[in-house]
């Protein structure tokens, strides 16, 4: 009899994934089940596979793992580790870590280990309940040539301007994932160019695409392309990267609200190093602000697959 997996079906902004604590169960080949699983005619449905583990090395408290709708792995997913703060908090008894009080709330902060290194989330807590999560996202990346060739992107297919400094129509940022920022009145060109750019050969490890405008008040309203899922509600490391791309290039300050298809995440490019109500904010460091959420918990066979 094929073993049965509790799971919980989550979103940020509603950038949906599949969660499985494997402190509790085994994921027996997770890129096919991701596969399997997302479909949203014969799965549950999602933009992917997250699995919550222990972690490896004692620097972290837990581990991640990402796999995209078409079974690839992913280093990095802001949305997603929003969605594991708010997991872990309200589903783990007794809760392990610290937890601080605040002014009408409390605190806990959890070290996740990811592909992309140690992020740390900053949980704000109101009657039990997570209301949002604050994620340290690191250092933006501008120079990697195992993800971007500058000189392949002039010869980009599609009318696009190619990467460049202030001013510039376009900007690629690493923030653990690869990304390429295209500033235009018309973000809606994702659905037609989108695919084309994810897979272009100036990226080697294909890349996120977003299309930003910055609105009159100030907010930048983006839509994404994500490799490997297509176009998504919202994408954490996607926002956080064309937050620092427009504050480069001249178009916005060290914080932007960034409007995405399923909702708002706060960004902040932090300037100088700083101590926020116990917390310390590092110099360079970009951090991102949003809510979390459950859609539905459930419980599912594990496929058997040969591999």
Same mark, same amino acid.
């Given at each position: 009899?094929?073993?049965?997996?509790?799971?919980?079906?989550?979103?940020?902004?509603?950038?949906?994934?599949?969660?499985?604590?494997?402190?509790?169960?085994?994921?027996?080949?997770?890129?096919?089940?991701?596969?399997?699983?997302?479909?949203?005619?014969?799965?549950?449905?999602?933009?992917?596979?997250?699995?919550?583990?222990?972690?490896?090395?004692?620097?972290?408290?837990?581990?991640?793992?990402?796999?995209?709708?078409?079974?690839?792995?992913?280093?990095?997913?802001?949305?997603?580790?929003?969605?594991?703060?708010?997991?872990?908090?309200?589903?783990?008894?007794?809760?392990?870590?610290?937890?601080?009080?605040?002014?009408?709330?409390?605190?806990?902060?959890?070290?996740?280990?990811?592909?992309?290194?140690?992020?740390?989330?900053?949980?704000?807590?109101?009657?039990?309940?997570?209301?949002?999560?604050? +994620?340290? !996202? =690191?250092? $933006?990346?501008?120079?990697?040539? @195992?993800?971007?060739?500058?000189?392949? /992107? *002039?010869?980009?297919?599609?009318?696009?301007?190619?990467?460049?400094?202030?001013?510039?129509?376009?900007?690629? +940022?690493? !923030? =653990?994932? $690869?990304?390429?920022?295209?500033? @235009?009145?018309?973000?809606?060109?994702? /659905? *037609?160019?989108?695919?084309?750019?994810?897979?272009?050969?100036?990226?080697?490890?294909?890349?996120?695409?977003?299309?930003?405008?910055?609105?009159?008040?100030?907010?930048?309203?983006?839509?994404?392309?994500?490799?490997?899922?297509?176009?998504?509600?919202?994408?954490?490391?996607?926002?956080?990267?064309?937050?620092?791309?427009?504050?480069?290039?001249?178009?916005?300050?060290?914080?932007?609200?960034?409007?995405?298809?399923?909702?708002?995440?706060?960004?902040?490019?932090?300037?100088?190093?700083?101590?926020?109500?116990?917390?310390?904010?590092?110099?360079?460091?970009?951090?991102?602000?949003?809510?979390?959420?459950?859609?539905?918990?459930?419980?599912?066979?594990?496929?058997?697959?040969?591999?």
């Amino acid at each position: 009899m094929a073993q049965k997996i509790r799971f919980a079906k989550m979103h940020g902004c509603g950038n949906d994934y599949i969660y499985v604590n494997t402190m509790e169960y085994v994921v027996d080949n997770p890129s096919e089940t991701a596969i399997r699983w997302s479909d949203r005619h014969t799965g549950i449905g999602s933009d992917g596979l997250v699995l919550i583990g222990a972690s490896p090395v004692p620097e972290a408290d837990f581990s991640m793992h990402i796999y995209n709708a078409d079974g690839s792995e992913a280093m990095m997913c802001g949305n997603a580790s929003r969605c594991i703060g708010k997991y872990l908090y309200e589903k783990t008894h007794p809760w392990p870590l610290p937890v601080r009080e605040g002014n009408g709330y409390q605190e806990t902060e959890i070290h996740l280990l990811t592909l992309s290194g140690i992020k740390t989330l900053y949980l704000r807590i109101v009657s039990d309940i997570v209301e949002s999560v604050t +994620v340290d !996202m =690191g250092e $933006p990346v501008f120079e990697d040539d @195992t993800l971007f060739n500058p000189t392949l /992107a *002039e010869s980009l297919s599609t009318p696009l301007p190619p990467a460049g400094g202030v001013g510039g129509g376009a900007f690629f +940022v690493s !923030m =653990g994932n $690869p990304h390429y920022v295209i500033f @235009t009145d018309n973000v809606n060109q994702v /659905a *037609e160019k989108g695919h084309i750019l994810e897979v272009h050969r100036a990226f080697p490890q294909c890349c996120n695409i977003e299309f930003a405008c910055v609105q009159t008040d100030g907010s930048i309203r983006v839509r994404v392309w994500e490799r490997g899922s297509g176009i998504t509600q919202a994408c954490g490391t996607g926002a956080c990267a064309t937050a620092v791309a427009a504050c480069l290039t001249g178009r916005a300050g060290r914080t932007s609200d960034i409007v995405m298809d399923g909702g708002t995440l706060h960004v902040e490019w932090c300037e100088a190093d700083r101590s926020v109500e116990g917390h310390f904010f590092q110099k360079n460091h970009v951090y991102m602000t949003g809510p979390a959420a459950f859609v539905f918990d459930g419980e599912i066979e594990n496929p058997e697959i040969t591999k």
